[in-house]
């Protein structure tokens, strides 16, 4: 049988509620969602562009964490405050994953976690050839 796996990193912030910042099972590793805290827990100065790569730096130590990188991730889900970001946001996405393209979901949502502007939590497969 299959056991759950959490995993935790220093290098990104802690949760801020009874969850996890991902969870492996089997060869699948879930992110939660990541919002764009500092590792003292507050939320970055600046735009949706300093937002978007903080995103990206915490859900790349949580990857690190559990022996993972971006080229291993099989889906995304962009959670965006104003959709007339999207192209900010997209530019930046594909900044961090150059030719890998994961399957992605990008959803316009009304409020987010410290009214923050984006989310994003991935799938990624471990240890597959």
Do not use: C, W
Request: glycine share 8%; proline share 4%; no cysteine.
């Amino acid at each position: 049988m299959t056991k759950l796996q959490t995993i935790a990193t220093e290098g990104a912030p802690a949760a801020i509620g009874p969850y996890s910042q991902a969870v492996r099972f089997g060869n699948l590793l879930f992110t939660s969602g990541q919002i764009p805290l500092g590792l003292d827990g507050q939320v970055v100065e600046g735009g949706v562009e300093e937002q978007t790569h903080q995103v990206f730096r915490n859900l790349q130590a949580v990857l690190e964490a559990a022996g993972a990188d971006f080229s291993q991730v099989v889906k995304a889900t962009v959670f965006i405050k104003d959709m007339n970001q999207f192209a900010a946001i997209n530019t930046i996405y594909a900044s961090y994953f150059g030719d890998h393209k994961p399957a992605r979901s990008t959803v316009e949502v009304a409020r987010l976690p410290k009214d923050v502007l984006v989310e994003i939590e991935l799938i990624a497969a471990l240890n597959v050839e």
